[in-house]
C-alpha cells in the first residue's frame, strides 16, 4: 500500500536559516504530492502541491519538487521566520479518491529569534 | 468565506457511550472526509462523503459511521467508544474529488474518553 515517510521533528531552527524537511513516499500508482501546515490550534492548511513528476510546487517563499527517481518531496525556504513555527505534513493522494490522503507523520518545526 | 466549521470543539465521554461530531463544510463544497489524527497513528483517513453518499472509506471498524445530508453537512458517529479513540477528529471539505481541488480543513473536534 502506499505510505509516506518524514523526518522526525522536532526541528528547531534560528530566524533566517534554511530549512529542510525530508519526505519520502511509496506508492502503488502516480499520485499527487502535497505539503500540509497545521499552526497550534487550527486545521491543516494546504501550503502547496505537485500533481506529476518533475513538477515544482511553491507557495510563500516554500518550495518542493516531485521527484519521482528517489520518491521524494522535501520542502524547502531559504529563509525561516518565527511565523513559520507549525507542524509540516507531506501527503500523497490521486484523482478520483482526491480526499483519501495518506498522510505522514508530521515534523514540528520551531524558529526562534 | 466562512471556512469549515466542526462542533462540539472539545468533548469528554466514557468508555462504552457513544458520540456524534458535526461538520459544516465550506458553502458550495460537496465533499466532505473525516480523518482521526492521534500522536501514535497520525492523520488516518476515515471516510469520505459525496452528495449524500459515502465515497471512500477507511480502516476502521464498524463503530465508527457516518452520514451526510442534503446540505452537504456532515456528522460522525462513534459507538461503544473506547479509550483509544482519543483523538482530534478533523473534517476536511472540497468542492469535488478531482484532485486539483484543494481541501479544506476544520479546526477539529478533540475527543477525550475515559
Known amino acids: 500500500g502506499d505510505s509516506v515517510t518524514q523526518m522526525e521533528g522536532p526541528v528547531t531552527l534560528s530566524e533566517e536559516a534554511f530549512l529542510t524537511i525530508n519526505c519520502t513516499y511509496t506508492a502503488t500508482g502516480y499520485p499527487s504530492l502535497f505539503w500540509y501546515v497545521q499552526y497550534p490550534g487550527e486545521g491543516l492548511q494546504l501550503l502547496l502541491k505537485?500533481?506529476?513528476?518533475?513538477d515544482k510546487g511553491s507557495n510563500k517563499g516554500f518550495e518542493a519538487t516531485y521527484r519521482k527517481e528517489t520518491t521524494s518531496f522535501h520542502l524547502e525556504k531559504g529563509s525561516v521566520q518565527v511565523s513559520d513555527s507549525a507542524v509540516y505534513f507531506c501527503?500523497?493522494?490521486?484523482?478520483?479518491?482526491?480526499?483519501?490522503?495518506?498522510f505522514g507523520t508530521g515534523t514540528r518545526l520551531q524558529v526562534t529569534l | 468565506k466562512a471556512g469549515v466549521t466542526q462542533t462540539p470543539r472539545y468533548l469528554i465521554k466514557t468508555r462504552g457511550q457513544q458520540v456524534t461530531l458535526s461538520c459544516s463544510p465550506i458553502?458550495?463544497?460537496?465533499?466532505v472526509s473525516w480523518y482521526q489524527q492521534t500522536p501514535g497513528q497520525g492523520l488516518q483517513f476515515l471516510f469520505e462523503?459525496?452528495?449524500?453518499?459515502?465515497?471512500n472509506k477507511g480502516n476502521f471498524p464498524g463503530r465508527f459511521s457516518g452520514r451526510q445530508f442534503s446540505n452537504s453537512r456532515s456528522e460522525m458517529n462513534v459507538s461503544t467508544l473506547e479509550l483509544g479513540d482519543s483523538a482530534l477528529y478533523l473534517c476536511?471539505?472540497?468542492?469535488?474529488?478531482?484532485?486539483?481541488?484543494?481541501?479544506?480543513f476544520g479546526p477539529g473536534t478533540r475527543l477525550t474518553v475515559t
Open positions: 462523503y459525496f452528495s449524500e453518499t459515502q465515497r
Open positions: 458553502s458550495g463544497h460537496r465533499s
Open positions: 505537485a500533481t506529476k513528476a518533475d
Open positions: 476536511a471539505s472540497s468542492v469535488g474529488q478531482e484532485i486539483s481541488y484543494e481541501q479544506y
Open positions: 501527503a500523497l493522494g490521486y484523482t478520483g479518491t482526491a480526499s483519501k490522503l495518506t
